[in-house]
């Protein structure tokens, strides 16, 4: 796949109030032609069709340019796990929103919120049914009790803004000594009674059955790993699981959060000829992947996608507005442009990979 892309002005990379914009904004659904947009108080107001600029504007001449990135899936809160980075590293990715996924728990979220305020991107959580969310690198959920989910539940009403899902991973390294079933029905009581959705990491088989995790999974709550060959694997080659059939028809929705081990390119390429396209691309960005010379951040996991035939289109929407959606962003945040955070991503294509370059106004 080729696309051609010429550099944005290097104009727009100060503040300014209107920009213009050659082409349409990809994923935006305003127009289908160029147009200018008008921001003030960092949100766009104005967006409009326009054949050419203004004496004031700044000049984006680009192929592909759309919303602020946003990754439903990362590790960011320096200090309050082993996995998470500073806001700063994680903006690198493209990113210009970031939800933590299960860093926290209710016992350190206030720690957690002090590590990520005022950093290079906004961030929300996936609140972690482990107390202390992935403090201790595994075991956490061992210390789940009788009056977690009501922990969970009353810090969920008072902090809205901030914490946007469930998260919780069943896997043995997670669970430790705790029960997966137990910890499964905690996590679908914090579910049930907050209205969040949740993004979960899957048990192996042996640990908990398949089938037994994604039927108790309802519309909007997430799998990631999705495309993972080892413990598990959702797209075998001989056909995907009744359960999963039935989990996708309930509005179950897929994540790729590609980390350290959890993305397979077969995998991916054979779901993805299928037709079982991820709603969401997530890196899973950690310190293992953010090291030199091995940084792995969003862009580079759509990159890969596209590698295993994942359309531009489907690229674009899984970094947007489909991760905006599901974390109940209403700010405008990924998707439609007036009203929404004077954001734009630029994409540029060189050898059949994009590059991404973040802009505020």
């Known amino acids: 796949m080729e696309h051609t892309i010429s550099s944005v002005s290097s104009q727009a990379q100060s503040q300014s109030q209107s920009v213009f914009i050659q082409h349409p904004v990809f994923g935006s659904g305003e127009h289908d032609g160029g147009h200018r947009l008008v921001a003030r108080h960092s949100h766009w107001i104005l967006s409009e069709p326009a054949s050419h600029p203004q004496e004031h504007d700044y000049i984006i001449s680009a192929d592909v340019v759309c919303p602020g990135l946003v990754d439903l899936h990362v590790h960011v809160g320096p200090g309050i796990s082993p996995f998470a980075l500073t806001p700063e590293i994680v903006a690198q990715s493209g990113a210009r929103v970031a939800c933590s996924q299960g860093d926290a728990g209710w016992r350190n979220f206030d720690q957690w919120v002090r590590s990520t305020t005022d950093g290079a991107v906004r961030s929300v959580i996936a609140l972690n049914v482990a107390p202390m969310g992935e403090h201790g690198g595994g075991g956490g959920l061992e210390e789940v009790d009788a009056h977690t989910a009501d922990k969970i539940v009353a810090l969920c009403t008072d902090h809205p803004d901030s914490i946007r899902m469930i998260g919780v991973n069943l896997s043995r390294r997670a669970l430790g000594r705790a029960s997966a079933r137990e910890i499964?029905?905690?996590?679908?009581?914090?579910?049930?009674?907050?209205?969040?959705?949740?993004?979960?990491?899957?048990?192996?088989?042996?640990?908990?059955?398949?089938?037994?995790?994604?039927?108790?999974l309802t519309a909007g709550d997430v799998v990631t790993y999705c495309f993972r060959s080892h413990p598990w694997c959702l797209f075998p080659p001989h056909g995907v699981d009744a359960a999963l059939e039935r989990a996708l028809s309930r509005g179950v929705l897929l994540d790729v959060g590609h980390g350290t081990s959890s993305f397979d390119p077969e995998v991916a390429a054979r779901a993805i000829g299928h037709g079982f396209v991820p709603h969401t691309i997530s890196s899973d960005l950690q310190v293992a992947t953010a090291s030199a010379g091995t940084f792995i951040g969003l862009v580079d996991v759509a990159n890969s996608l596209i590698d295993c035939g994942l359309s531009l289109e489907d690229a674009?929407?899984?970094?947007?507005?489909?991760?905006?959606?599901?974390?109940?962003?209403?700010?405008?945040?990924?998707?439609?442009?007036?009203?929404?955070?004077?954001?734009?991503?630029?994409?540029?294509?060189?050898?059949?990979?994009?590059?991404?370059?973040?802009?505020?106004?």
């Open 316 to 361: 674009v929407k899984g970094m947007t507005r489909h991760p905006a959606a599901v974390l109940g962003l209403k700010d405008g945040t990924g998707s439609e442009l007036v009203g929404g955070r004077a954001e734009l991503t630029v994409f540029d294509f060189q050898d059949g990979h994009m590059t991404a370059t973040p802009l505020s106004f």
């Open 184 to 216: 499964l029905n905690v996590a679908l009581r914090c579910r049930d009674k907050t209205g969040l959705p949740l993004l979960i990491g899957l048990g192996e088989e042996e640990v908990i059955s398949l089938g037994a995790q994604l039927d108790q």
